[in-house]
């Protein structure tokens, strides 16, 4: 499957959640922390819908981890962290590369 290909069905996936793509739509190249992200997505929400909860971007941001688009350097479970952040990963910024070149 060509690179392209797997972007696209990637942004389908992603788009399918408006939470997904909110966290999405926020994440930096830089670590960020789950709170920062959180205050982030509602901003942009405007009155377009109800704001999201933090565990709601957790959640978001894990689903996003699995599908190795965001990593968080320092999330280890079985020592319930607070404090957790994430940022873009090589596959995070060429997905976002891919979305900005679709929508020109």
Same mark, same amino acid.
């Given at each position: 499957?060509?690179?392209?290909? &797997?972007?696209?069905?990637?942004?389908?996936?992603?788009?399918?959640?408006?939470?997904?793509?909110?966290?999405?739509?926020?994440?930096?190249?830089?670590?960020?922390?789950?709170? &920062?992200?959180?205050?982030?997505?509602?901003?942009?929400?405007?009155?377009?819908?109800?704001?999201?909860?933090?565990?709601?971007?957790?959640?978001?941001?894990?689903?996003?981890? &699995?599908?190795?688009?965001?990593?968080?350097?320092?999330?280890?479970?079985?020592?319930?962290?607070?404090?957790?952040?994430?940022?873009?990963?090589?596959?995070?910024?060429?997905?976002?590369?891919?979305?900005?070149?679709?929508?020109?």
């Amino acid at each position: 499957m060509q690179k392209q290909d &797997e972007l696209a069905i990637i942004r389908a996936k992603l788009a399918n959640g408006r939470q997904h793509e909110l966290a999405f739509n926020v994440l930096e190249e830089n670590a960020v922390a789950v709170g &920062e992200i959180t205050r982030k997505v509602n901003k942009l929400i405007d009155k377009k819908g109800p704001e999201l909860r933090l565990r709601e971007v957790s959640r978001a941001l894990k689903w996003l981890a &699995e599908n190795n688009l965001a990593y968080s350097p320092n999330y280890k479970p079985e020592q319930g962290i607070k404090g957790i952040v994430y940022r873009l990963t090589p596959k995070g910024k060429d997905l976002r590369k891919f979305i900005e070149k679709i929508k020109g």
